[in-house]
Structure formats: structure tokens, C-alpha cells
């Protein structure tokens, strides 16, 4: 760092630090400087204006004052703790930062940068919010919000990007307004998601400098997005390492490019690499000839990629997977795919065509043509790319050729729709490139408009001859084409609602066609203007009705360019941002009851000494089992750390809501509930699941919903038919397009999200009028006259724009009148007979310029003297088709007769009546009325299911024209014949068996025992079940009847008063197990087991009697152990020597028992000798205390 930047950085943090002391002697710092309070009158107009791109609203406030940014105004990013680990944020906020020391809008120092829970009055504060806490106008997420009072300027964003471009707002505004900002509200996002520039850096080199400064440059007025289009007929300018012999000798080395992308990502820009294939790939066949396409002589094209060679393709994809290894972490790929060849014309239809075709047939599809083969490369290769995490990319004319012609085989290629489209142009000269409804029409929901009438500047090689230089865009003063023409869905040659979701981008496009005819500043000199042009249209739409085009310039040259614009200059260093001293903070965990991190733990942060109370989070698939269920305290500097714990919980509510309600089977179409029934199986499981997981329970309910949307009722089983078997496009005069949009409409009823017996009714009558309207092509062209002739003069073939033109089928075909539009001239058709005729429709072109029919009566008669007319058309660039309907009534003649002058003249493309046609009388069409108008609700579901099938097929047949497919038709008739109607089922007595269950109290149930309430609860469920299936047999209601008359009969059987028992067995618990002997013990323990086993919520009063029986007999039954006490030896007398002792008859001792006779309930001795047997007792006692005496006389 040198000295200067080292002293601006220690002056910040002295500054900051001075700064944080307390917030009143911040603010009277803020005041006792220059006033930073002063009087503007801007209007809003005026405001919203001084920027670029033009803000959506800056809404000032009823104080008219003004904010004045000082030296001593911080940056200050509110201190939480996502905006403390947002490296991005600080990168931003310090790139403002050095921009605004660059332009010294204060001074040449860098502002203080500083983490605080708010600023002072002076001060720029910065937060990122969700974008519905910023605004309700748009879901952008580079949408942001400024307010401006007395407490400073708050700068909320939708994200980093949203921040750095309301920064850019607050930085333009200042230079605009000398450095002040008036007191109110800014909202501003923008309109068109991408805002883009194409660089042809292929065929011209382009420094890795001048795509510093662009980037830099398109940064500052919110542009987002630069294409580096790096492979071409006439270059290849990146360093390749699979193949060094590809690359021109000028180019970008791999370091260059890595450079640029960092600058990009520094500055909000994102990068689209883009590699051409499989044309424009000229350069690689100069190294490759022998991968370019062989024609049907085996000679190499030189100009496109064999894509019938694997050896090729698989060349190529190594070359795409080492630039999107280069271009890693981009987002989008832009792959090409445009103008292989010229498909209309030599030399591709006459030596290539049929190699494709051949390759299609024996590869893709018997059906398959050269247009699959071109588009299954296309689409291959996209895969391949969003394999490698990119999103591809291609222009909009390689695809679906030929789609809405006449006569052509369609695109059997289904293209994936995660592809983003580049719609440059319409090719005028070519009627089958794809229009862009087309690719609406096919799923295709990102489109960008490249629109080539406004957007291409080029290098030509040659002079234009009206003013504009070699080196330019298509118009002269395209930047005022674009600014005061150009809307988001205005296409080439295609228009749209500018707010159509599709519409995911914009771009202007440098071609480099004559690489020398300038140099690369040329060029950034040359796209500046229409650059800010498509900046301001595409970020705000509206920016035209808001101000002129020439206040519009005027405004953005006040605001120069982008700080660093210079080729190789940078940036002053803008120092680091700061911790505020008096911030405290709390940390949260949140964990598992075996600890375990369920996710990372939060800091909050906020003023020391304040108080704090944060509300534990619910965390998804858990539920809180701790205490408390907040956290409170104050802020302090150490900082208190709370834990929450969490249990494991899944919440099956809503799953057993949609089990309990599941679609009877009787109701709706067998064939429509597939994938119902399966889900239905798999939620009853989980939910049977104790260890099931919320992630998977929510997931097959979405399942579940989501085929429950698909399931049709047998009641619109006719809409159903149709719409899912519509009529094939059998060549019609008329009336096809409006038939596949009532089918159309028929889909959106049927699948809809409430769909009812009226819509479907509606929906359906729609469907068989624009059936009945449809109009075949029965030879009939009418014979035509007019006041002018058609085109002829110089034209080959001479008969190309004549009248029969509007009456061939192709709308790609036209009259041309050659003459300007006069008051009175007519067009007069004469059909051959008289016919009975409700509408006419009447086509321009898709393309005709200016020559259109201003202003026409449309007129009818059967006699050419007495015309009634039935419409007027006036034909507008939206309104090049129009269908005129009428009361039905007897025609021969139609005349268009002028009411309007101009000096156009004018084109007809198709003119088709709708009248009567000879009705058709086949037999299988009288079958599908009959069909069609059959009672299903009562039938059984067998006899429906087959009737059902057979009406498909019938209807296939009827839509392919197979009318006297005898199978089919006897198949319905047979069918039809069989529905069966489902049996009267008499209910009366299951009903009757239900209320009076239902009218069973709860108390009386719980007198029951258990088998039998639970028997009476499956049998009620059961009944209720089988009363509410309308398709149950009088069988099944019968057997449910007796089951359930049976369980209420079971219910007499109640449960016993187990209260003595109880008692039996506290008194035995209060027993002495000491007392008696171990026979009669055991035998009373095997009783109470008994009697603890026995299952008292289903025992009869009977059993549990007995068991108080059994319990009291083995009571009786205990026998008390006998105690003997041994006798008391007498003391010897003291035995002298001279003395004998005296010798006595021996004595038994007398045994008294310890416990009376009578006390005994059986005093009877049973066995054995009780003499003997107490001698026994009394000599072992007295052994034993003669041992224990000596024993203890040892011890």
C-alpha cells in the first residue's frame, strides 16, 4: 500500500472512531459543520430523470429538503450477522466507495466504512431484505429502495447486486444534483431481468482491456450481462490447449480471460461464453476439413460441422468441455445452432438434404427428416452443457423450420426446455424459419429479444448509401429508435405484451463481418448512446413517456463515464470497514436432544445494554422440547449464548385429511386415477410410518394432490374424450386453429383448479361448435374480380402474388394488388352455387410492411344487387388475421368494398368462408353422437372402464378420418350396449343398525369389555363405510348389517369389578412370606400370577370371582412354619478335685410351642412321628448353638 493510500486509511479509522463515542456528539458533529439542510424544487418527473437508466419512482416528500453528503457521511452496513460474513457486500460497498474518491463527489479521501446497528443523519445506511419487504411492484431481486429523511439516506436491496445499483443511484444523483439528494422515497428494480451485450471477438480481436472497461462501463448504467463470442467463421481468439491449431494467431491466453471474469464479477456483470456450432465453425475446418458435412458426393462442407460424424461431434464436445471448464462458475452457455446452411436453396436442397434425410430415417425415426437430425445435434449438445452445470443458450433459427407451413414434415425433435432463446430475427427472405409464437406455443419460457432491426451495429464490408458509416447499426440515430420505439416485446417482425414472463432479457450485438474497418475504441465510442438507450428501455419501460430523447441525452452526459474508465487505470484503495465499539451480541444454537447441530447458530447484534428477546425457530421435520421458548437479556460485549433443543416430529395432519377424503373410485374415469391410486397406497404407508419423515410426507402429499388434479370425473367423461383425442389437422379450409384452442380451452377447464359442471358444459359446447365449424377443402375456388390486378412485372414466376393465392391453404402465399387504395375499389368473389354461409376470415401476410387494407365493408349477396354487410376490416400490424361471424344466410357473392385511401398497396394471403357442407352420414359418427350422449353415473365401473376404452379408440378413428374401421365401431356398439346399470341396494336396515349404534353412549360402552368394543367400533366404521359406497352389493350391506347388529348384541358382555380383587390381593401383599412354608407359599405366588395376568378390561364379573375364589382358598391353604426353642443348658457347678460330681437320671427337656393349638387352622400332624421328630429338631438346635458358642469363643 503506499503512503497515501496508508494515510487515508488510519485517517477513516481515526475518523471512525472519533465518530462512535456516543450518537449525540455524532449529531452534533452532523450540524455544526455547513448546513446539510437546503431548498430544492425538483418535481418527481424531474428527479426519477437525472439518472441512467431512469428510476421507476422517486416520490418526494412534503418537506422539500435536501440531503448533503460531507466528509464526515459514513457508509454504514447495518451489523447482523449475515452482513458481517458478506464478503460481497464489503466488496461493494468498497468499490462505491473508491469510485466516489475517484470522482471526488466530496473529495478525493474515502468516506468512513463502518458494522452498526444504524447511522447518524449523515450517513448511508445499508441493509439487504427480502425484496417483499422492499417493494410489491416486482419479485427482482435487483430491486432496492432509498429513503431519504432526517435520520440520512437507508438503502435497503434484494441482494448485493440490488445494493451496488442503488449505490450507482445515489452516487449519479449526486453528480447530477450537485451533490444533494432530496428528502423523499426511491423504489426502482427493473423491467427486463438481463440487459446484455453480444462482442464478436472472434473475427475481430478485442483486447482484454477493452473488456475491463465495458464491463466497468455497462456497471454503472445496471447493465448485467456481456456475451464473449469467441469462435467464428473468420477467428478463434482463446488460447486452446485440445487443439493449439484452431486458435488465430491474435488472441486471449486463458489468464486474460480469467482476469476478465473476476472484473466482472467484481462488478455485477455476468459472463456468457459463446461457441458457434455447427456452423460458423469456418476456422475449425481449416484445421479439420475432414469433419465438415458430406454431401451426397462424399466432398466436406467447409462452412458447418458433419453431424452425422460421431467422430466429429465427439471432437467438438471436447473442445465445449474445455472452455466451460475455463468459464467455471458462469451460469449460461450460448452453443449457436444458427444458419448451418441456407435450407431453402442450393447448394443444401440439392446436395446435402438428402444425406440428412437418409441419416434421419435410418437414425432417429422412419418419419424422422433432415430438420431432426440439425435439431437433435442442437438439442444433445444443450444437454451436455446443462450436464456441466450451465444453462445453454442458442439463436432462434435453427429449430422447428418449417413448423407452420404447408405441406412440410414438422421438427419430431422435442427440444428441452430449460434452452434460452436468442430471437434475432424473422429472416423475411425465408417463411419457414419458426415464428416466435412457435416457441411459446412449445413450452419455451426464456426468450431474449436480440431484436436485429434495432440492436445489431456491425463492421461491414461495404458502405451504406444513406449516411451511416461502414462501422454502425442497421438505422441511422438508432439510439432514438430505441429510446422512443423499442419495448421488451417488440421482436423482430414478432410483437408481444412487454410483460409476457417469457421475456427473460435484451441485448444489443457488435458483428465484427470486416474485422479492419476500425479499432476496438471505435467501437465503444459507436455503441455508447444506444447502449444507454437500451440500458434506460429495458430497466424501465416507460422512460420515453417520461422525458425526450435529446433531455435523455443531456441527462447522461452530466453523468460521464464509470470511474476507471480509461483503459488500464484503477481504482484508489478505499480501506476497510470498521466495527463499531458499542455493538453487543447473543449467539443461538440449535440443536438435537443428543446435541447435534440441526443448524448453523445465530448472532444477533445489536447496542450494548439493550435489550434483546428472539423467538426460537421452527425448524423443519422437529418440534422444541426445551423449556423456554425465547430467548431475553441485554446486549452485552462478551455476548450470552442460548441453546434450543429439538425433537424429531412429523406432522401427518394434513396427509390423514387427504386419506380420510380420498376420491370414490365410482365417481371418476378408471383411467384418469393411475397415478392417483398408486400415490394413495404410498401415503396410507408412510402415514402408517412411525418413523416416517416430514420431508417425505409432504412430498407424497404433493404427489397425491397433484394426481388428484389429473382425475376426471365419469360425468365429464365427453370433454375428457375429446380434448385428450383431438381431430388431426386433415387438411381444412377453415376453422382448425380455432377448434385446438377450444381444445385448448377444454384442458384448462378440465384440469383446472375448481373445475365445475358448468364450465365443463360450457367448455365442451365450445369444443363441438368449433368441431362442427371445422371446413374441408372441398375444391371450391370462386371466381374473382377486382378493381386492381396483381403484381406481375418483373416477377418469376409471373403468376406468384395472383388471385388464387388467397384461396391455396399457405398463408406463407399472397395476392399482391398493384395499385394504392382508393375509396370505392372492391374484391368480388362469386362461389359457384349458392350456399348457406356464417363466417368469413380474411389474412394479411405475417410480414407485409405497409400493404395492408386500411379500411373494407365486408359485404354478402345473393343476387349482386342487394349486398347486407357483415363486418369491416381494418387491418393494423396487431391485426393481420380477422374472422368475421354472422347470422347464417343464403350467399353467393362476397365483395370487399374500399372506404379509406392509401397509398400502400395491399396483400391478401387467405380469404375462407365458413358455410354449410354436405353433412356427412357415417356410421361412426351417428355412433359418437350416441356415445356422447350416454349416462354414466348410475353404471357399474367395469361395464364404464370398457366403454370408456372402446370411445377412445372410436374417437381416434373419427380424428384420423378411419370411419369405417369396423372393429372400432363394434367394439362401441358392443360396449355401449353393455353398461350396466348398478343394482338397487336396499340400506333401510343398515341405516337403522348405524343410528342405533351411534346412539350407544359412551358409558355404556365403557361398562363392555374390550374385544367387544373394539369388535362394535371396526363393525360401525365398517357399516358407515359400506352405506356410503354407492357401488356396494346388497351382500355387502347385508353382512355389514348382521356384523354390526351382532357387535351391538356383543355388548352385553361387560366387564367384571375387579374392587375385591384388588383388595384380595393388598392383603396378601401385607403377608409375612417368612411365616410359612415354601409349599404353600409357591402355591399362593402361582395364584396371584394367575390373577395379575388376568386381562381386566375384558373379563366377565364371573372370571374375576373365580380368581378372588382361588386367591382366597390358597390364603386358607398356607401352612406356619413350627418353631422349636431349644433349652437353656444349666450352669455346671464348680467341680473340686476332691469332690465327684453328683450323677442324675437324665431328663427330656419340656417343648412348648411358640403358637397356640388353636391359633392353627391344622394342627393335625400328618406325617411322621412327632416325638422323634422334635427330638430331632432340639438336638440339631443344640448342636448348632453349642457351634456358634465355640465358634464365636474362637473368634
Not at 268 to 278: A, E, T, Y
Request: one cysteine or more; a negative charge.
Amino acid at each position: 500500500m503506499n503512503k497515501n493510500n496508508m494515510k487515508r486509511v488510519l485517517m477513516s479509522v481515526m475518523l471512525v472512531s472519533s465518530m462512535t463515542l456516543s450518537s449525540g456528539a455524532i449529531v452534533a458533529q452532523a450540524y455544526n459543520g455547513t448546513s446539510a439542510i437546503t431548498e430544492r424544487t425538483m418535481t418527481n418527473e424531474q428527479l426519477v430523470a437525472a439518472t441512467t437508466p431512469i428510476l421507476q419512482s422517486y416520490t418526494k416528500d412534503a418537506s422539500d429538503k435536501t440531503w448533503v453528503m460531507t466528509k464526515d457521511s459514513k457508509f454504514v452496513i447495518v451489523a447482523n450477522e449475515a452482513n458481517l460474513k458478506n464478503e460481497r457486500l464489503a466488496e461493494i460497498v468498497k468499490l462505491v466507495n473508491s469510485e466516489f474518491m475517484a470522482k471526488q463527489i466530496v473529495s478525493s479521501d474515502a468516506q468512513a466504512m463502518l458494522y452498526n446497528q444504524d447511522g447518524t443523519p449523515t450517513d448511508i445506511t445499508i441493509d439487504i431484505k427480502p425484496v417483499s419487504e422492499i417493494t410489491d411492484k416486482t419479485t427482482s431481486k435487483e430491486a432496492y429502495k432509498i429513503t431519504i429523511d432526517d435520520t440520512g439516506i437507508h438503502l435497503t436491496g434484494a441482494s448485493e447486486t440490488a445494493v451496488l445499483y442503488g449505490l450507482r443511484t445515489i452516487e449519479q444523483l449526486s453528480i447530477a444534483n450537485n451533490n444533494t439528494l432530496a428528502y423523499g422515497e426511491i423504489v426502482d428494480y427493473p423491467n427486463v431481468a438481463e440487459r446484455r451485450i453480444h462482442v464478436d471477438m472472434a473475427r475481430k480481436y478485442i483486447s482484454k482491456e477493452w473488456f475491463i472497461r465495458q464491463i466497468r462501463e455497462m456497471s454503472y448504467f445496471k447493465m448485467n450481462a456481456i456475451q464473449m463470442h469467441f469462435s467464428e467463421n473468420l477467428g478463434f481468439r482463446i488460447e486452446c490447449e485440445t487443439d493449439p491449431s484452431i486458435v488465430s494467431e491474435q488472441h486471449l491466453t486463458k489468464a486474460d480471460v480469467r482476469e476478465i471474469l473476476a472484473e466482472a464479477k467484481k462488478y455485477g456483470v455476468k459472463v456468457i461464453p459463446s461457441f458457434d456450432s455447427p456452423g460458423h465453425v469456418d476456422q475449425i475446418l481449416r484445421a479439420h476439413p475432414e469433419y465438415g458435412q458430406k454431401d451426397k458426393y462424399g466432398n466436406n462442407y467447409k462452412s458447418g460441422l458433419d453431424v452425422t460424424n460421431p467422430e466429429a461431434i465427439k471432437y467438438i464436445y471436447s473442445l465445449y468441455d474445455e472452455y466451460m471448464e475455463l468459464f467455471k462458475g458462469c451460469t449460461d452457455f450460448h452453443i449457436g445452432g444458427d444458419e448451418y446452411m441456407e435450407f431453402d436453396r442450393a447448394p443444401f436442397t440439392t446436395q446435402y438434404k438428402e444425406v440428412l434425410d437418409n441419416y434421419a430415417r435410418e437414425n432417429i425415426d422412419p418419419n424422422a427428416t433432415w430438420k431432426d437430425v440439425i435439431a437433435k445435434y442442437i438439442n444433445d449438445l444443450a444437454e451436455h452443457v446443462h450436464k456441466k452445470g450451465f444453462t445453454p443458450r442458442i439463436w432462434n433459427d435453427g429449430i422447428y423450420y418449417g413448423e407452420n407451413s404447408w405441406g412440410q414434415n414438422k421438427q419430431m425433435i422435442e427440444m428441452h426446455k430449460y434452452i434460452g432463446i436468442d430471437f434475432w430475427s424473422q429472416m423475411s427472405w425465408n417463411h419457414s424459419i419458426a415464428k416466435l409464437q412457435t416457441f411459446l406455443d412449445k413450452g419455451h419460457d426464456t426468450i431474449y429479444n436480440v431484436n436485429a432491426s434495432f440492436f445489431y451495429y456491425v463492421l461491414r464490408p461495404s458502405m451504406p448509401n444513406d449516411g451511416r458509416k461502414q462501422h454502425s447499426f442497421d438505422n441511422l440515430n438508432s439510439d432514438k429508435l430505441i429510446f422512443d420505439e423499442w419495448t421488451p416485446g417488440k421482436f423482430q417482425a414478432n410483437t408481444i405484451a412487454d410483460d409476457n414472463p417469457a421475456i427473460k432479457g435484451a441485448s444489443l450485438a457488435i458483428w465484427c463481418d470486416k474485422a479492419d474497418v476500425c479499432d476496438e475504441d471505435t467501437i465503444t465510442e459507436d455503441i455508447a448512446n444506444e447502449m444507454r438507450a437500451l440500458a434506460t428501455k429495458a430497466w424501465n419501460t416507460k422512460s420515453n413517456s417520461i422525458i425526450s430523447h435529446n433531455q435523455f441525452k443531456a441527462n447522461y452526459a452530466k453523468l460521464g463515464h464509470v470511474a476507471a474508465f480509461d483503459k488500464g487505470s484503477t481504482l484508489p484503495d478505499s480501506g476497510s470497514i470498521l466495527l463499531a465499539d458499542s455493538l453487543g451480541k447473543v449467539t443461538i444454537k440449535y440443536v438435537d436432544k443428543d446435541g447435534k447441530e440441526l443448524k448453523s447458530p445465530v448472532t444477533r447484534y445489536g447496542n450494548i445494554g439493550d435489550e434483546y428477546n428472539f423467538t426460537a425457530e421452527k425448524i423443519y421435520g422437529y418440534r422444541l422440547v426445551s423449556d423456554k421458548d425465547s430467548a431475553t437479556g441485554t446486549y452485552s460485549k462478551k455476548g450470552d449464548t442460548f441453546t434450543f433443543t429439538y425433537e424429531i416430529y412429523t406432522d401427518k395432519t394434513d396427509l390423514k385429511a387427504a386419506l380420510d377424503n380420498a376420491l370414490d373410485e365410482n365417481v371418476y374415469i378408471g383411467a384418469t386415477l393411475g397415478e392417483y391410486k398408486t400415490a394413495l397406497d404410498e401415503a396410507q404407508k408412510l402415514y402408517d410410518d412411525k418413523d416416517a419423515l416430514q420431508q417425505d410426507v409432504d412430498a407424497i402429499l404433493t404427489t397425491l394432490n397433484n394426481a388428484k388434479k389429473k382425475a376426471v370425473k365419469r360425468a365429464y367423461y365427453a370433454l375428457w374424450v375429446e380434448v385428450e383425442n383431438p381431430m388431426a389437422d386433415n387438411g381444412y379450409a377453415s376453422g382448425y386453429s380455432e377448434y385446438l384452442e377450444a381444445v385448448k380451452n377444454g384442458k384448462k377447464v378440465l384440469y383446472g383448479e375448481e373445475v365445475t359442471d358448468e364450465a365443463v358444459k360450457t367448455a365442451y359446447d365450445a369444443l363441438v361448435a368449433a368441431r362442427n365449424g371445422l371446413m374441408k377443402r372441398d375444391g371450391t375456388v370462386p371466381g374473382i374480380e377486382a378493381s386492381d390486378g396483381y403484381w406481375q412485372l418483373g416477377v418469376s414466376p409471373s403468376d406468384k402474388y395472383s388471385y388464387e393465392k388467397m384461396f391455396d391453404g399457405n398463408r406463407e402465399t399472397f395476392a399482391w394488388f398493384n395499385d394504392a387504395q382508393k375509396v370505392g375499389k372492391h374484391i368480388t368473389f362469386t362461389l359457384p352455387k349458392t350456399v348457406n354461409m356464417s363466417g368469413i376470415k380474411i389474412s394479411a401476410p405475417e410480414r407485409p410492411g405497409s400493404d395492408i387494407i386500411k379500411n373494407a365493408d365486408i359485404m354478402v349477396s345473393t343476387d349482386k344487387e342487394n349486398w347486407t354487410t357483415v363486418g369491416n376490416l381494418r387491418m393494423t400490424a396487431d391485426t393481420l388475421e380477422q374472422s368475421f361471424t354472422f347470422d347464417k344466410q343464403s350467399v353467393k357473392y362476397v365483395k370487399l368494398v374500399m372506404k379509406e385511401a392509401s397509398e400502400s398497396w395491399y396483400k391478401i394471403a387467405e380469404v375462407q368462408f365458413t358455410y354449410d357442407q354436405v353433412e356427412e352420414t357415417t356410421e361412426l359418427k351417428d355412433l359418437l353422437t350416441e356415445a356422447y350422449n350416454q349416462d354414466l353415473t348410475d353404471k357399474t365401473s367395469d361395464s364404464v372402464d370398457t366403454f370408456l376404452d372402446a370411445l377412445v379408440e372410436a374417437q381416434k378413428a373419427y380424428a384420423r378420418e378411419d370411419l369405417n374401421n369396423e372393429e372400432v365401431i363394434n367394439a362401441l356398439r358392443t360396449a355401449m350396449k353393455n353398461l350396466k346399470v348398478v343394482s338397487k341396494v336396499n340400506k333401510a336396515d343398515l341405516e337403522k343398525a348405524v343410528t342405533k349404534a351411534e346412539a350407544i353412549s359412551e358409558e355404556t360402552l365403557n361398562k363392555a369389555v374390550k374385544k367387544a368394543r373394539d369388535a362394535f367400533t371396526k363393525a360401525l366404521n365398517d357399516a358407515k363405510a359400506v352405506f356410503e359406497n354407492k357401488g356396494a352389493s346388497q351382500e355387502e350391506v347385508n353382512e355389514a348389517t348382521k356384523k354390526l347388529e351382532d357387535a351391538i348384541k356383543g355388548l352385553d358382555v361387560l366387564k367384571g369389578n375387579t374392587t375385591a380383587l384388588d383388595a384380595k390381593i393388598a392383603e396378601i401383599k401385607k403377608l409375612d412370606e417368612s411365616k410359612y412354608t415354601e409349599e404353600s407359599w409357591t402355591a399362593l405366588m402361582n395364584v396371584v400370577a394367575e390373577a395379575k395376568g388376568l386381562d381386566a378390561e375384558n373379563a366377565t364379573q364371573v372370571e374375576v370371582d373365580e380368581v378372588v375364589a382361588k386367591l382366597t382358598k390358597a390364603v386358607n391353604a398356607l401352612e406356619e412354619k413350627v418353631v422349636i426353642e431349644p433349652e437353656k443348658p444349666s450352669e455346671k457347678p464348680e467341680i473340686k478335685p476332691e469332690t465327684k460330681p453328683e450323677v442324675k437320671p437324665e431328663t427330656k427337656p419340656e417343648v412348648k410351642p411358640e403358637t397356640k393349638p388353636e391359633d392353627k387352622k391344622d394342627a393335625t400332624v400328618k406325617t411322621g412321628d412327632p416325638t422323634s421328630l422334635f427330638g430331632l429338631v432340639s438336638a440339631m438346635a443344640l448342636s448348632l448353638a453349642g457351634f456358634v458358642s465355640v465358634k464365636k469363643k474362637k473368634d
